[in-house]
């Protein structure tokens, strides 16, 4: 890691812990819930940017790991215990449903996981004995944390910051991994991975088995910052809107699904003038997007980057001018 | 567990009633689902708003009788052609070529957004309120064999299955068809024999808007015009694609009308509250068992 890289590393974590004394509280929230989609969205990115699958299923791993979090604190067990079964239990899920749906060609997770995205909603809906159906569950309570309570919006900012950074760091290990470098040779070129010895089933698998695990604490953190859950919150828009977080942002770079969940969250915050048009207007802003810059905007960045240094050094090759 | 119906009320002409009206929506989703698949095998598109491209068209036809006065069949004559364009042409030129060479993934997006636009446009210009639709048939019922069986579900069925067998006949029969064929198998080769491969291309999306347009006029009186009818329909044209073998014609047929009656089925005898969940599980299953889908060939590689 460069100083540079280092020291912008130490610079936005600085501003991330004073930015919330500058807010309200309405402020906080929304700052506590761009890092929580960012948790999703990272794990999607996992799946999606490095090898190279499309899943529509991270709102329904947010779902059963909110509901988890939410049923069991409310019985009394402990919430780290809580997060980790939802964890765990989203992981297994992704297990289960990605070995299928692997096993064939073309983008058929696509199609499993959306099918498994609306399942997972009717039985949140119909279930009520265990769901609350339609109602949800209410008053969620949040952690408590070496018995310091974090029910004041700004403890539990840090709460989300500290596991965010957590999330990110885990992830990042596993993306340079020997194992991470595989998947991302088995995006670019999955035959050629296949020859060198990668072993595509099973790497993809564990790559989304790991996204739908973080898609499970993510939705912890929803139960917790909400305090309310219901089915509605865990949809296929929302599942679509943390695609498109990955995607805006740049699917395959590390900050691709930070940034792009930032734009997203608080793409509503700015566009609230425009009222109905709003999901409209946001339709056609990515429709756009795709069409000139189908990399996201971290794509746009690092294209213009390597322009500006073939203009500055015409005889690099653009393998050098990209490094 | 709910009393279980069937074991006391059953009755083998209601089951036929179902059934033949489990056909005839079950052909609706053949029209879709065969769109679908040939926009796939023509041009590697999975077209995400293909739900959208078959609540569209009903509007039109609408927005022709209510805002502009016209006759009905003039309207419908004008959709038609509103759709293949649209649709058809507009699609292709505006979202699909730019993005083609750039994969799978940013079509999947631009057409998920596509469907959003689609939905909410109609929600914002024309109305959020569900919209009756001019039957085209009389709603009236016959009495076959002592189960009463509607007029209008057979003319569907009829219409359908009727396009759906012209359309075999062009691919088959006529040059344009056999071009369309080449070039949906090899590319590369059609292209060196002569087929003019772009145009061929463009030819499946024009056809993929038209067999759009006749889902939609079908189904709309069935279940009312509405702008988040696509949600449903669109996830149940990939679901009877992938059903029937994701590359044959047959197969997506095939996968329509069993997707249609199992529905149909499904929410008179198990559960009307997880009606919705048949077809979904019925997708999990095949892909579990048999992943070619049930009329498809297995295709050599898995990369």
Known sequence: ?323 | MPDLPFLGTFSMNTFFQLFVSGLATGSIYALAAIGFTLLWQASQTINFAQGEFIMLPAFFVLAGTQFLGLSFPVAMAIALVLSVLLLGLGFKRVIIDPLLPHGVLPIVIATIALGILAKESVKQFYTAEAQPFPALFSDRTLNILGAAISVQDIAVLLIALGAVALLQLFLNGTKIGRCMQATAQNPQVAEILGVPVRRMILFTFLINAALAFLASVLISPIYLAKFSNGETLGLIAFIAAIVGGFNQIRGALAGGLLIGVVDNLAAAYISASYRSAVPLILLIIIILVRPQGLLGKAEGRTV
């Open chain 1, 1 to 323: 890691m460069s100083t540079r890289t280092s020291f912008s590393l130490v610079a936005g974590l600085a501003i991330l812990i004073l930015l919330p004394f500058t807010q309200s509280n309405y402020g906080v929230f929304v700052l506590s819930s761009w890092m929580v989609y960012s948790i999703a969205a990272m794990g999607l990115n996992l799946t999606l940017g490095y090898a190279g699958q499309v899943s529509l299923a991270q709102a329904s791993f947010m779902g059963i790991g909110a509901y988890t979090t939410a049923l069991m604190t409310m019985a009394g067990i402990p919430w780290p215990l809580a997060m980790l079964a939802a964890m765990v239990l989203c992981f297994v899920i992704g297990l289960l449903l990605g070995y299928p749906a692997l096993r064939v060609q073309h983008h058929f997770l696509a199609f499993v996981t959306l099918a498994f995205n609306a399942l997972v909603v009717l039985v949140l809906r119909n279930e009520e004995w265990l769901t609350g159906g339609t109602y949800g569950v209410v008053g969620i309570p949040r952690p408590e944390i070496l018995g310091l309570p974090t029910q004041k919006p700004l403890a539990f900012y840090f709460f989300v910051l500290a596991l965010f950074m957590l999330t990110a760091a885990a992830l990042y290990g596993i993306i340079r991994s020997p194992w991470g470098r595989a998947f991302r040779a088995l995006r670019e070129n999955p035959i050629r991975a296949n020859s060198l010895g990668v072993d595509i089933r099973k790497t993809t698998l564990l790559a989304f088995a790991i996204g739908s695990a973080c898609g499970g604490l993510a939705g912890g953190l929803v139960a917790q910052l909400t305090q309310f859950i219901d089915p509605n919150s865990f949809g296929l828009t929302i599942s679509l809107k943390v695609l498109l977080m990955v995607i805006v942002g740049g699917a395959g770079f590390f900050f691709g699904p930070i940034l792009g969940a930032l734009l997203i969250v608080l793409a509503p915050e700015f566009l609230r003038f425009t009222e109905g048009y709003y999901l409209m207007l946001y339709a056609a802003l990515v429709i756009v997007l795709m069409v000139f810059c189908p990399s996201g905007l971290l794509g746009l960045v690092e294209r213009a980057r390597t322009a500006l240094k073939l203009r500055q050094n015409p005889n690099a090759t653009t393998w050098e001018a990209g490094r």
